[in-house]
């Protein structure tokens, strides 16, 4: 009976495999039987077809040994006592061949046959087989024999491809290197734990003014590298969630205590079995002076003949230049509109610059919080009720020290937000409470169309806006959040919104009463 399971050799080449000729496949183990008696090339031919092996046999050692130079045998059964030329000697030159050198050999001797054992091992034979054959040892050898060839013949595959992935690793390590060396942008590796340095770039040298010895094995912290750690950490738990963090905007500190604004890309590596993360760094602070010279330079141009303008059209509007067509009216109208919106840019842009260049002065006195609610909600009733949007205050009496125009203008800007982001028959609510360490806790929560989660850091940069349509439509600047933070950040506080799309936003103010 044909026994497929005892036959089937799994690697193809008996030579050396390379990575890629070496595939699993369930082939016919092929056997070379090497023996001058056609008896028992007979006998044994017959005994390996049927167990499904597939079998060339030859009686001459010579032809034994070219058949297996040209297709190389998974394994050769060798006859010892030939005349020319002998078993030994056979396997000699077959252990001699690069192609058979590695081939199973197993000698066959008959019984009366003085077996030269040492010689046998010595020539490179792995096992025997005596005559008249006992068919079950026989098979048993064969199939050890076809194992160990098989395991052998894995191993090597298998070290092949260790060292192909070794010294692929090696190459992209070493392009690596090159690339963090002599890369233009600061680049640095930080364990994810506690961010601490690994390695760091000559670029990055350059930026943060440090010497190597002195970033090595040091934290961010130890060198407050981020005076804005929260915004930092934020970027890393974009890592977190398994999503790359690209660009975020960060203020950096310069050992000579300078600040210089940074876009930096994060990403996720594992160095020596550690969680570490690749800080790729963009100076961008040359670009952003130059930005926000020609924004305000241009901003201040535009005011002058923005405001004359506005006074032209209101002058038209009062028709005391001539009764306007009902058309002409409307059109005028838009135009207002318009012209308006654009002073309130201008103005924003302008604001915004001096609150960051750090011009303005706080201009603290002393108020109450339930009073800027007061004035707040006096100031937005008229729009709320044009939203059709209810307003609802909850507000404590607490004493603050703060600029209260400032203040003013913050909650202003959150409510106004709130009334145009709600639809109509919507509920807004002010609410205020005092916090240990004389925190007070402002919040306005709306029940508005929401912001995605993505967006909830973004608004508070200049000119983003949830969607694009939202300046034309809403009338808004893109810039009220923006001045918000800064508003905060002089006073100490903090701002940040919380949302859920479709179900309504809350934007939480943290402000020191004093
Ligand atoms: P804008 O002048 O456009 O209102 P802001 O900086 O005040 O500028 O707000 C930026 C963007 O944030 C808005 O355009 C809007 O897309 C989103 N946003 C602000 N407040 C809310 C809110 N309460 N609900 C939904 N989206 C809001």
């Known amino acids: 009976m044909p026994d497929p399971s005892s036959s089937s050799f799994s690697l193809m080449s008996a030579s050396a495999p390379s990575p890629q000729t070496v595939q699993k496949k369930a082939v016919r183990a092929d056997i070379l039987v090497i023996d001058d008696t056609p008896e028992n ?47 030994y000697e056979v396997c000699e030159q077959l252990k001699a061949n690069e192609s058979t050198c590695d081939i199973p050999v197993i000698f066959i001797s008959a019984l009366g046959d003085v077996l030269d054992k040492v010689r046998a091992f010595n020539v490179g034979g792995v096992d025997f087989i005596t005559k008249p054959f006992q068919i079950e040892e026989v098979l048993a050898r064969i199939r050890t024999h076809l194992t160990l060839r098989r395991l052998q013949l894995e191993q090597q595959a298998q ?51 440090y010497a190597k010895a002195a970033i090595l094995d040091r934290t961010t912290a130890d060198l407050k590298l981020w005076p804005e750690p929260a915004l930092y950490q934020s970027a890393i738990s974009q890592l977190a969630q398994g999503t790359r963090c690209e660009s975020q905007e960060l203020e950096c500190r310069t050992q000579k205590g300078e600040y210089r ?16 993360v690749l800080n790729i760094i963009n100076d961008i602070t040359e670009r952003k002076r130059i930005e926000n010279e020609f924004i305000s330079v241009v901003s201040h141009e535009l005011r002058t003949p923005m405001h004359s ?65 007061a004035q707040t909600v006096d100031a937005m009733r008229a729009m709320a009720d044009e939203a059709d949007v209810t307003l609802h205050v909850q507000a404590v009496s607490v004493p603050v020290f703060v600029d ?29 409470a005092l916090e240990p360490d004389d925190i007070l806790h402002i919040r306005v929560i709306d029940q508005g169309r929401g912001i ?52 309504g936003s809350t934007f939480h103010v943290r402000l020191p009463v004093e």
């Not at 005994?47 to 297709?71: D, F, H, M, P, Q």
Request: hydrophobic share 40%; aromatic share 4%.
């Open 41 to 87: 090339l007979h006998l044994l031919s017959t005994l390996l077809n049927e167990r499904n092996y597939k079998v060339r046999s030859v009686t001459k050692g010579v032809t034994g040994i070219r058949g297996a130079i040209a297709a190389p045998p998974d394994l050769i059964l060798l006859d010892i006592n030939m005349p020319e030329m002998n078993g």
């Open 159 to 209: 070290n092949l491809r260790l060292q192909q992935e070794i010294s692929d690793r090696r190459r992209a390590e070493e392009t690596f290197e090159k690339s963090f060396l002599a890369s233009p942008s600061p680049i640095a590796i930080t364990t994810l734990r506690d961010y601490r340095f690994l390695a760091v770039n000559p670029s990055f040298m350059r930026l943060t003014g």
């Open 261 to 276: 604004t940074v876009l930096i890309s994060l990403e996720r590596i594992t160095l020596h079995g550690e969680s570490c």
């Open 309 to 373: 303008m506005v006074g032209a059209l209101d002058l038209l509007s009062t028709g005391e230049l001539g009764e306007l067509s009902e058309q002409g009216a409307q059109i005028l109208s838009v135009a207002t509109t318009n012209a308006e919106r654009l002073i309130r840019l201008v103005n924003d842009i302008l604001d915004l610059e001096r609150l960051k260049s750090g011009e303005t002065r706080l201009n603290r006195t002393h108020c109450n919080i339930e009073d800027l609610f």
């Open 404 to 432: 209260c125009d400032r203040i003013l203008q913050t909650l202003t800007n959150l409510l106004s937000n709130a009334i145009k982001f709600s639809l109509p028959g919507g509920t807004i609510l002010l609410t205020a």
């Open 452 to 503: 995605p989660p993505d967006r909830l850091e973004s608004i508070f940069e200049r000119f983003q806006q949830v969607d694009a349509s939202d300046a034309r439509k809403k009338g808004g600047t893109g810039l009220g959040l923006a001045i918000c933070r800064k508003i905060l950040k002089q006073h100490n506080g903090s701002i940040w919104a919380e949302s859920a799309v479709g179900e």
